[in-house]
Each structure stands twice: as C-alpha cells, then as structure tokens.
Nanobody, 124 residues
Framework: QVQLVESGGGLVQVGGSLRLSCAASGRTFSSYGMGWFRQAPGKEREFVAAINWSGRGTYYADSVKGRFFISRDNANNTLFLQMSSLKPEDTAVYYC?????????????????WGQGTQVTVSS
C-alpha cells in the first residue's frame, strides 16, 4: 500500500499557475506508475495526467495538454503537476494516485491508492 499526500492547491486567478505536489510513502516509489485526477462538484472524477515509473512516459487529457506538465522525483518520492494558463474549468479537487503496475494508466480503475485531494480554485 502507498500513502499519498497532496499539497500546493489554492486560489489563483485566470491565467495563473500552480504547482501541485504529492508525497508518497510505502512501496518503492520508482516501481509504479502514477497519475493525477480531478473532480469538480457534481461531476465524476476525471483523468488529468499520468506518468510511468521512470518518468519518461507521460500522457495528458486533451483539456490540459500544453498547459499542464506531470513529473516525478524518484529520489525524493514525489510526484508533481505544474499547471499554467489556468482556466475556471480547471477548478476541482485534484487527487494523485498510484498504480500497482509500473506503466501509466488512464482510468480510475487502474489505480489502487489515492491521496485525500487538494482544492484548486481558479477565479475569473
């Protein structure tokens, strides 16, 4: 089991930037793929970005491609999501998640461990 703790959320204006972090403990960090998901009020949790065990493989939802960047620091057991050019529709609770497998995954069902989430609010 992996324990995940997100941080870095907050209130930002349209066009601004935020960097989310996810500190992991438990299983060997460099052995599993990770992802970011988000959930807005009244909506289902949706995929944002994913990264494989090494960090060399990444994938993004179309809605964030070119604006968000996922990365990982295997030496420090931390996952990041750099968000820029933020829009009101990016407002949501953002969750990091860990897979059992080493490669990235695109759906919630592929992840077995979840953080508690961090709120991101983009004001217009």
């Amino acid at each position: 089991q992996v324990q995940l703790v997100e941080s870095g959320g907050g209130l930002v204006q349209v066009g601004g930037s935020l960097r989310l972090s996810c500190a992991a403990s438990g299983r060997t960090f460099s052995s599993y793929g990770m992802g970011w998901f988000r959930q807005a009020p009244g909506k289902e949790r949706e995929f944002v970005a994913a990264i494989n065990w090494s960090g060399r493989g990444t994938y993004y939802a179309d809605s964030v491609k070119g604006r968000f960047f996922i990365s990982r620091d295997n030496a420090n057991n931390t996952l990041f999501l750099q968000m820029s050019s933020l829009k009101p529709e990016d407002t949501a609770v953002y969750y990091c998640a860990a897979r059992a497998a080493s490669e990235l995954g695109l759906t919630t069902g592929e992840y077995i461990d979840w953080g508690q989430g961090t709120q991101v609010t983009v004001s217009s």
